[in-house]
């Protein structure tokens, strides 16, 4: 996966925009960085890293492959800490959010690495380091501020009914435009949208009515319910699926703008923690345990052909090409 990030070569919309700004820091000195920054709206420690790369040599190549193998290490690291079944939770990120966050909004996947790596501290219940990997994850992506609250959602105290309605008062809100006044409030926010890409990408356009999203959310939701007696005994579940519910909450709270969009992102990956653990601790009969099992799977596996189709020509996706391709502008290194 990291390879197959790391190495790729001008995939998603965004890959021209940060290729340009990767070489324009070649002739910015570190005196006019922070105006740089200013300019190029994008945080310091991203625009950093690329400077360093550029300073020693280095081709936007292996800034990709920084990224990307940074930001599964810390990731991958958490799933086999806590997922109770670390392959299945890989398998669930992967599709789609590996796609995204490794491939496309680069600087975000990395935020959200430090996020999830972070969740170790909510755990053991260490607020100064959460802090810290927060205002280190700041640096390269601001919308990680509102992971903040996962410090207190996740030890929360929540039974299938609060679920439930929690849900329905969201999804109500959402189909019935309760909450288009969030859109108004984001605007005014400190991450407004002038910190985000300049674009409403076209890989979420989901249009009006229901989406796939929107589905599967409900769905994994109806699931956690549904089971949820059988593992709630297990306190990092219980955490696991505090975040995840709260991401649901997020998504259909804020709509389908782009606050919609990347806020939310930061729980809803934790879905594949919440299955693993369900899994891991469920304290059922093995038929329930195993349907969960492959439903999930199954899930994932179709999500692959559904991206194929929808996804594929959008992101480049479907024209793969690495950086070793003879029409590459870009490599590891700089020759010249």
Same mark, same amino acid.
């Given at each position: 996966m990291t390879l197959t990030a790391g190495l790729g070569y001008a995939l998603s919309p965004d890959w021209v925009a940060y290729f340009n700004t990767f070489n324009l820091l070649e002739s910015t000195s570190w005196s006019e960085f922070d105006r740089f920054a200013e300019m190029a709206s994008m945080e310091k420690g991203y625009l950093g890293l690329n400077k360093i790369l550029v300073d020693y040599g280095f081709d936007f190549g292996m800034l990709t492959l920084t990224v990307a193998t940074t930001s599964l290490i810390l990731k991958s690291s958490t799933f086999y800490k806590y997922g109770g079944f670390p392959f299945l939770v890989l398998f669930i990120y992967a599709m789609p959010n590996f796609m995204f966050e490794e491939h496309v909004h680069?600087?975000?996947?990395?935020?959200?690495?430090?996020?999830?790596?972070? /969740?170790?501290?909510?755990?053991?219940?260490?607020? /100064?380091?959460?802090?810290?990997?927060?205002?280190?994850?700041?640096?390269?992506?601001?919308?990680?501020?509102?992971?903040?609250?996962?410090?207190? /959602?996740?030890?929360?105290?929540?039974?299938?009914?609060?679920?439930?309605?929690l849900v329905v008062f969201s999804i109500i809100?959402?189909?019935?435009?309760?909450?288009?006044?969030?859109?108004?409030? =984001?605007?005014? =926010?400190? /991450?407004?949208?002038?910190?985000?890409?300049?674009?409403?990408?076209?890989?979420?356009?989901?249009?009006?009515?229901?989406?796939?999203?929107?589905?599967v959310k409900i769905i994994s939701i109806l699931s956690i319910i549904i089971y949820n007696k059988y593992a709630v005994e297990d306190k990092l579940y219980c955490y696991f699926r505090n975040l995840f519910v709260f991401g649901v909450l997020l998504y259909f709270f804020l709509g389908k703008g782009i606050f919609g969009i990347r806020l939310p992102g930061y729980y809803l990956v934790f879905l594949g923690l919440t299955v693993g653990r369900l899994v891991y601790s469920f304290n059922g009969d093995k038929f329930k345990r195993n349907f969960i099992y492959v439903s999930f799977v199954s899930y994932t596996i179709l999500l692959i052909f559904w991206f194929q189709v929808k996804q594929a020509h959008k992101s480049n996706f479907a024209n793969y090409k690495t950086i070793f391709n003879k029409e590459a502008i870009y490599g590891l290194w700089k020759w010249n």
């Amino acid at each position: 996966m990291t390879l197959t990030a790391g190495l790729g070569y001008a995939l998603s919309p965004d890959w021209v925009a940060y290729f340009n700004t990767f070489n324009l820091l070649e002739s910015t000195s570190w005196s006019e960085f922070d105006r740089f920054a200013e300019m190029a709206s994008m945080e310091k420690g991203y625009l950093g890293l690329n400077k360093i790369l550029v300073d020693y040599g280095f081709d936007f190549g292996m800034l990709t492959l920084t990224v990307a193998t940074t930001s599964l290490i810390l990731k991958s690291s958490t799933f086999y800490k806590y997922g109770g079944f670390p392959f299945l939770v890989l398998f669930i990120y992967a599709m789609p959010n590996f796609m995204f966050e490794e491939h496309v909004h680069i600087r975000q996947g990395l935020a959200n690495a430090i996020a999830i790596y972070s /969740i170790r501290y909510v755990i053991d219940r260490n607020l /100064i380091k959460f802090l810290i990997c927060i205002a280190i994850g700041f640096q390269f992506h601001e919308s990680i501020i509102v992971f903040i609250l996962a410090y207190w /959602i996740a030890p929360m105290k929540f039974d299938e009914k609060l679920i439930g309605w929690l849900v329905v008062f969201s999804i109500i809100g959402f189909y019935t435009g309760l909450n288009s006044i969030i859109e108004v409030i =984001m605007q005014f =926010m400190p /991450i407004g949208q002038d910190k985000f890409e300049d674009y409403q990408s076209q890989l979420y356009d989901q249009g009006d009515g229901v989406a796939v999203g929107d589905f599967v959310k409900i769905i994994s939701i109806l699931s956690i319910i549904i089971y949820n007696k059988y593992a709630v005994e297990d306190k990092l579940y219980c955490y696991f699926r505090n975040l995840f519910v709260f991401g649901v909450l997020l998504y259909f709270f804020l709509g389908k703008g782009i606050f919609g969009i990347r806020l939310p992102g930061y729980y809803l990956v934790f879905l594949g923690l919440t299955v693993g653990r369900l899994v891991y601790s469920f304290n059922g009969d093995k038929f329930k345990r195993n349907f969960i099992y492959v439903s999930f799977v199954s899930y994932t596996i179709l999500l692959i052909f559904w991206f194929q189709v929808k996804q594929a020509h959008k992101s480049n996706f479907a024209n793969y090409k690495t950086i070793f391709n003879k029409e590459a502008i870009y490599g590891l290194w700089k020759w010249n």
